[in-house]
C-alpha cells in the first residue's frame, strides 16, 4: 500500500502489519524481506496485537529540536505480545514510573508538527496498558 494512502485512512484502517517467517516462524515489525535468523524470504503477513511490555527503558532529556518541546521523555524498547521488539517512545506516564515488564500498547499519535507547512507526523507511542 502507498504510504500517502495509509495516512489518509488513518485512524480507521490501521493496522500494525507485521510478517512471520514461513520457514522458522521468527515476527518482524514493520515486516522485511530477509527473515535475519534463516534468511527465509518467505513471510506471512498478519496484524499484530497492539499489546507488548517494557524489556528496557531510558530516559530522553535533551533531544533533537524536533521533540524539545516534549523533554525529558521516556523511550523504551517494547516486546510485543507477537515477538517482535520495537523502540518507542512511551507516554501517558511519568517517566520515573515506567518500569521494565509493564504492560503497555501502542497508539498511534501525532509525532510533530513541522513548522507552518502544518505537516504532521504521525508514529506509534507506547501508554500504559490499563487491564
Ligand atoms: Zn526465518
Known amino acids: 500500500m502507498p504510504p500517502a494512502r495509509s495516512w489518509r485512512t488513518y485512524p480507521q484502517g490501521y493496522m500494525l502489519e507485521a510478517a512471520r517467517c514461513k520457514k522458522c516462524g521468527k515476527t518482524f515489525f514493520p515486516p522485511r524481506l530477509v527473515c535475519n535468523k534463516c534468511q ?55 517517566f520515573d514510573e515506567v518500569k521494565i515488564g509493564m504492560p503497555v500498547k501502542l497508539e498511534f499519535r501525532r509525532l510533530s508538527s513541522e513548522g507552518d507547512a502544518g505537516i504532521i507526523n504521525y508514529g506509534h507511542k507506547a501508554v500504559p496498558a490499563r487491564t
Open 40 to 94: 527465509g524470504r518467505e513471510f506471512e503477513r498478519f496484524n499484530m496485537q497492539r499489546t507488548g511490555k517494557v524489556v528496557t527503558h531510558t530516559v530522553i532529556r535533551t533531544p533533537s529540536d524536533e521533540f524539545s518541546g516534549e523533554a525529558p521523555f521516556a523511550v523504551g524498547v517494547i516486546e510485543m505480545d507477537d515477538g517482535p521488539r520495537l523502540t518507542s517512545q512511551i507516554v501517558d506516564v511519568s
